[in-house]
């Protein structure tokens, strides 16, 4: 076979390289002999028959050029030596050297680790068997939700699962899951682990092999539960038994209840969440019994908690799952609706229509919030190493025309243009390649740095940065381009030269000056204009999160701790909880360096929330238009805890219990929206929880407007009502804290307290302004990120500018000597080199200023507090990169004025 | 001279090149040698076109060599043709042939 043949003669040519030329020698010499022999034959003498034979062949050297060059083996060899001739070069220009690698291997590793990033959150598929085969089922398009949910996605109820389970055609394998945490300490404080409450089908239809032990199966989720075996990963496994082999059989404690080990899954498999990973995955049927007969989400047709995937029967596409399933919803939904919905509810509910889409790459709420950000982040990194390759090219045109005698020279012995460009092209490539090089290896720690950073105590994120071929190729793909961006004009320009021009004495070179000097103009221009894009993104992105840190939410944000003790193991009836609360309540309040405590059920900006509808009037049914408030409750003392001043009425007190007159306080956008009169205080209305109307309650007081559940949100109406008049009161009290006792302190006191009052209580903390801040990562990275960036931009473009002023001030010099003989001060010699660098900056602020407002019009829904098209930002950035700018070129100006005239004129 | 070897387009030479290597081997001075008598000194190619071709010709698998003594009692490369290379030999003139009747039916009746 041909291909083979040619492969092998070409390595041979390459390995055994003295062999093939002597080989190659001897033919030709062999050649020329019978050559000779023939001329002398026909009669010439030795001498003329050895000079017609040399004519005709024409050089036996060029020969031997001419066949090698037939081959492919030497092509690469040619290329080799080019790399080599590059590496000497850059041997001799350290300086340069390091700058163009160090900045190259910048600009590729930021971008290589965005998109290792963005690869890990949407591109990379589960590490699963056949992932195209996923997808998931969820009811399309779902607007408003009535019930409970809890957990990270609660797009289904478990009566709805079962149905589905039951009555779906189209898919092979179907199961549920819903990612939670369990407390698995055996008492005390609570030690929380990442699980998942998984269906039988789980890990059979993912196809999933135990590593250890079995993993859960079909049987293993029948209704009440006989095994109670659990399963648990690999890294969990590690992590908390060493990789102990005895593992399976042992016991382990969840929420205070010994379920077993029965297996553990394999190192590569985290579960069908991107970013997510499980420690512990027991099944659905043990969901009850782990949260207790009062918040079990199971047995309710109201608790939406669960998330069902499945794999498409062969020969089914998606579009026809998701026909099947919205021709079984209406059946579907009129069965599994909610007995105590009230008929907009229920109205709502039977509507819903169920459908199917694909999950190739599992789900995630990770990908949600970080996507566009990413691909942002991805662009604002491709925009630096634009400016970083101008940088270069503008280096490697200054260096071209030094090399022009060179060029020249070159070509005058007999190298083609094409021969040149080439050679220039694999020193670019050199660059290109040793700079992605480090830049990979940057890139792995720099993603590491990014998702540490993203990842945090309570929402613990695990992305597996497995360098891949689609970041491979990513990354080689970028040193080509770079390579291509800032080395292709430099090498054109600079082989564009006559030999006979360039090798005369006075070398001035033929295009020196005009159109070299335009190109490196244009340059220029366009690293502002990036720059300044550059600058406005991280400006509006720093401001963005300056706004959102610094809201007003309405209370004081420092100084809070929430300590939630959960007495649910104590089996407290309902009648005795509220004053065992109010109990701890007091005794909270007690301790030394505590200024103030309540307790509340929803911690504000927890993203958790309660809403109903509000029914006015003390009698009739409720309105047509629902009026929906959220809720807080609440105990005495709740509004000085987080020092929200209370603007009319009265704070809840002591005689606001169980039995006495229910009571309410509102919020001001709740009294402008529904009470419209100045003072809400007095007013009576009735609060719709389902199909159950409460009330009446009597509005006592009025607070001003803070945020519910989170910062960006706006002016919500709410209403607040005593704990202590709840009518299912809670087996937990979350007390807020105001204090300014150091930490740790507060929190063995709380814990000391709790022990004090039952050591059988499960206590946990949240520290109130790391929580808001937690919730503030996304914001704060973009900021850090695009002012990284835009720092960086500046530098570069700053750069480049001082090289070309530099480089036009050296350029006219003469023309400055001469100025100055006929006598220019210094002034104007400075005015004129400034000139020169204002119609740059001109332009390119001009364009950059266009290119901003495109570019921030991208990022507008990330955006707080702010416009896309900020004047004042916009400004901002152009005045801080005009001042830079400026004072980068007053250096050469002020060089060139302090020139001495007569050296000036004698230099040509 | 007439060196007309320039005006040979690339795969006209690899044609005559595997022609003269139907009947028998021959060395790099041979092929050159019996280019020009058959072509009744029409051809003369310069080894600077030749050896270029020989090399090419062999990575595409149309040639074989070895190393032999020749006339003059020193070693010399010979060139055969492999079975790839008679196929190619025979395509090649075939679509040769269809070419220049078409061009002698042009000339021939252009007025």
Redesign the interface.
Known sequence: ??IW??LF??LRGLFRKRKVEQ?LD???R??L???I??NMRSGMTREEAHRASRL???GVE??KE??R????ETHLETLWSDLRFGARLLRFNPVFAGAAILSLALGIGANTAIFQLLDAVRLRTLPVRNPQELVSVRIDQRHGMSGRSRGRYSELTYAMWEQIRGQQRGLSGIFAFSPTEFNVSPSGEIHNVQALWVSGEFFETLGVEPALGRLLAPADDKPSCASSGIVISNSFWQHEYGGDRTVVGRSLNINRRPFQIIGVTPPEFYGVEMGRYFDIAAPLCAEPVVDGAEDAMLPRRDSWWLVAMGRLNPGWTTERASAQLRAISPGLFEATLPPDFNPAQAKRYLAYRLGAFPADTGVSDLRADYESPLWLMLGLAALVLIIASANLANLLLARASAREKEMGMRMAVGASRWRLIRQLLAESLLLAGIGAFLGALLARSLSQVLVASLSTQSNPLFVDLGTDWRVLGFTISLAFLTCILFGLAPALRATNVTPSLVLKESGRGTTDGRSRFGLRRILVVSQIALSLTLLVGALLFSRSLGKLATVDAGFQRDGILAADIDFTALNLPLDQRISFARELLDRVRAIPGVDSAAITRILPLSGNGEAHDIVFGVSGPPQEESAVAVFHRVSPAFFRTLRTPVIAGRDFDEHDVAGSPLVAIVNESFARKFIKKGNPVGTLLRVRRMSTIFGPYQIVGLVKDTKYADLRETAQEIMYTPVAQLDRPDADAQILIRSNAPLPVLISSVKSVANGANPNMDVSFVVFHQMIEEGLLRDRLMARLSGFFGILAILLAVIGLYGVISYMVARRRNEIGIRMSLGAGRRSIIALVLRESFWLLSIGLTVGIVLALAVSSAAASLLFGLKAHDAETLITATVILAVIALAASYIPALRASKLDPLEALRHE | ?TDTSATLVQGTLDMLILKTLALEPL???GI??RIQQLSHGVFEV????L??????L?????LDCE?RT?E?N????YYSLTK?GRQKLRSETKEWERQVAAIARILQTAS
């Not at chain 2, 020193?74 to 490369?77: I, L, Q, V």
């Open positions: 076979m041909p043949k040619n003669t070409g080989e001897e033919e030709l062999d050649f002999n019978k050559s022999a023939e005709e062949m024409g060029a020969v001419n066949v060059s037939a081959g492919w | 001279m060395h790099g001075w050159s040698q310069n080894p600077g076109s050896f270029p071709a020989f090399r090419r062999e990575r595409a698998g149309l190393w020749s003059n020193r070693r010399a490369k790839a």
